[in-house]
């Protein structure tokens, strides 16, 4: 590990979601209060429901939306501060559904020579040399150059969506939901590649995924968004071996591994995920909480360093918490 | 045990400009009550068209043929379309994967939930509306009454596929086809649904046909398992026996391409299967698996039958004994 990549400092990203006509709007806080940095080198595991926010911090650390309030610094420097075309080479995403994120009239050169283009590479000649080697790179048989996405299966478009991601070396990275549209072969075969293109290439991955066997495989740290926040952030090992909030745990207990013996877990989470629009009070998680106590209602929790990352839980601070875990 | 469903050499064949296209074939096995039977495989291996078939829900220009297919001993090969919808919803219901469009977003959630039950039995209104609000009570859905007046679109996605299990319950039918019932949901949110679902089948008794990609979710509910390839079966067996001794190339291919926690090494590479899913357009001759799999012989080219596991009712289609399969299974484990 050798340095901070990308540095999020108490971001926020908050939305205005029409109230209905001739009601004004109301604050829909997406990300709340969002710290995290990225080391080079690392792969870092987003996780959490649909809706928890991960999305929208991906998108804020592409620059494609400003955030509310907070800053990202990429390099040192903020955010704000780097054109867009900068901002492309650094850091580049690759989408879940490799059906849409390609455009299906161009062809496969067309679409991974297209960064190129944009950055105005001052070597045209060379483009078909450097396309055709990222193909090989990443899998792909030269001979496909002219193809179209609706004559590659859906791995092979994966691969091009990873290619076009790669073809100006970018520094990091963030990878939305890579395999979720995929079948679990062809996962694999991507999973496979993502982890040889980063010992290869010396790459930076951010990877939301809501599978958490395929974090636990490929990150190196894992951090848990809930409503907005990040609720527990920890190496890989520590998370996964002794989670501690209850939203983890709850979530590690919902991973069905093919284990027959095993049966459906209760992962007791008796209520729904909670209305972004209107958020519990104190600690978010609360309504859920099997451990909840009488003040997880009223105060919102701080974040308390743990050996690994931070936690923000009431269990983990103060002495009633701690009680309460060791009853 | 008298078999709720039972399916013997099942076909569909769907004629296309460019020759026959066989996405199912020689589909066989039967469902008992109280029983789970997962049908797992790849996109495109036939399994959402099995259940279909089953149904007669397939597309009009598709041919189903089969030597045996009996719903509690009734013939439904060969039952008129009148009689199909008899059956339909009522001793037979289905949960689709996409709740958001499954159901209907014009009408209410009651209006929906009494529509079976007043289509399929002489009962009044103010009955039929006591047990959807009894049901939605089971599944888990609290303020049941006053859901009923609520649209589909007022429901998030649990909530909703809460209610197409309601739904699916509304008649008390004897077997349940649930094509990828939790694969739009959360983590979280599966395992609910996953228990729901085993729980109201132990419950009602039923019989439960549960269609997945999910390995994870097949291994945790399944009594017994159907593996497809290609529109062929290709193992079936108990879910401990095709879990823990996996005979055929492709179950063990599968097996070892998922990550699973404390199992695969963190980092190291997972297994792949290498190529692609044959053509299925036109006659097909001999062992679909057989240009993706490393152990291929000459003599896979001809047509390759069921051979018996160790295990009492595990099969699978294969020419490699069990012995040599054993041995080509090595899930990587922790060094």
Redesign the interface.
């Known amino acids: 590990m050798s340095g901070l990549i990308v540095e999020i400092r108490d971001v926020h990203q908050t939305f205005r979601i029409s109230a209905g006509t001739f009601r004004g709007t109301r604050p829909l806080r997406a990300v709340n209060g969002v710290s995290l940095a990225i080391e080079q080198g690392e792969v870092l595991g987003l996780v959490g ?2 809706g928890c926010g991960k999305t929208t911090l991906a998108r804020m650390m592409l620059g494609l939306l400003e955030p509310t309030a907070g800053s990202i610094l990429v390099k040192g420097r903020p955010i704000q501060e780097f054109d867009r075309l900068e901002i492309a080479r650094l850091l580049q995403p690759i989408f879940q559904d490799p059906y849409s994120s390609l455009n299906p009239r161009k062809s496969v050169g067309a679409i991974i020579t297209l960064p190129l283009r944009v950055q105005n590479d001052p070597r045209p000649e060379t483009w078909r040399q450097r396309v055709e080697e990222i193909m090989t790179l990443v899998g792909l048989q030269r001979r496909l150059y002219n193809s179209y996405p609706n004559q590659l ?1 859906g791995g092979q478009r994966q691969r091009v969506a990873i290619a076009r991601a790669l073809i100006n070396r970018p520094q990091v990275v963030i990878c939305d939901e890579p395999t979720s549209a995929l ?3 062809v ?3 991507i ?2 590649l993502l ?2 293109l980063r010992r290869e290439l010396g790459l930076t991955y951010v990877l939301i995924s ?5 974090v ?3 990150a190196t740290r894992v951090a848990v968004m809930y409503l907005g926040r990040i609720v527990e952030a920890a190496d ?1 090992d520590s998370l ?1 071996k002794s989670p501690r909030h209850p939203y983890t745990q ?2 590690l ?15 007791q ?1 008796g209520a ?2 909670p209305n972004p629009l209107e958020p519990p009070s104190g600690c978010t998680f609360h309504p859920r909480c099997p451990h909840a106590m009488p003040h997880c209602s009223a105060v919102p929790p701080r974040s308390v360093p743990t050996a690994a990352g931070h936690v923000e839980c009431h269990l983990h601070d103060d002495a009633q918490g701690r009680q309460r875990l060791a009853s | 045990m008298s078999d709720i469903l039972e399916v013997a050499s099942l076909a569909v064949d769907i004629p296309l400009a460019a020759g026959v296209l066989h996405p199912v074939q020689g589909v066989s096995f039967s469902i008992g009550r109280g029983e789970t039977l997962c049908l797992v495989g790849e996109s495109g291996c036939g399994k959402s068209l099995t259940a279909l078939a089953i149904m007669d829900l397939l597309p009009r220009t598709a041919i189903r043929t089969a030597d045996t297919l009996t719903l509690n001993g009734e013939d439904i090969l060969n039952a008129g379309e009148g009689r199909m919808s008899d059956l339909r919803g009522n001793a037979m219901a289905m949960i689709f994967q996409e709740p958001m469009t499954s159901l209907n977003p014009a009408y209410t959630i009651g209006n929906q939930l009494e529509e079976a039950l007043l289509r399929h039995r002489r009962v009044s209104r103010r009955d039929a509306r006591d047990r959807a609000v009894m049901l939605l009570e089971k599944v888990g859905i609290t303020a049941a009454a006053s859901r009923l007046r609520q649209y589909p679109h007022q429901l998030s996605g649990g909530l909703r596929q809460r209610v197409m299990i309601a739904m699916s319950l509304m008649c008390g039918p004897a077997l349940i086809i649930a094509d990828e019932p939790t694969t739009a949901l959360d983590v979280t949110i599966q395992a609910q649904i996953l228990l729901l679902l085993a729980e109201l089948q132990k419950e009602f008794h039923m019989g439960l046909l549960l269609i997945t990609h999910d390995l994870g979710v097949v291994a945790r509910v399944a009594d017994r398992v159907v593996v497809m390839y290609a529109g062929q079966i290709v193992e079936t067996g108990t879910a401990e026996q095709v879990f823990a001794a996996p005979r055929h190339p492709y179950t063990q291919g599968l097996l070892e391409c998922i990550p699973i926690p404390g199992k695969t090494r963190r980092g190291a590479n997972l297994g792949a299967i290498p190529g692609m899913v044959p053509t299925l357009i036109g006659d097909i001759q001999g062992c679909r698996f057989r240009e993706r799999c490393t152990f291929a012989m000459p003599a896979c080219a001809a047509d390759v039958s069921f051979r018996p596991a160790e295990a009492r009712d595990h099969v699978y289609r294969c020419l490699l004994t069990p012995a040599e399969c054993a041995d080509n299974f090595h899930r990587k484990v922790p060094a």
């Open positions: 429901e649909s299966s079948d679990v072969s996962q694999s075969q999973l496979n982890q040889d809501h599978n958490l066997a395929v636990e495989h490929m890989t996964f709850a979530l207990q919902s991973v069905l591994t093919p284990d027959p013996l095993l049966g459906v877990p209760d992962a989470l729904a995920y």
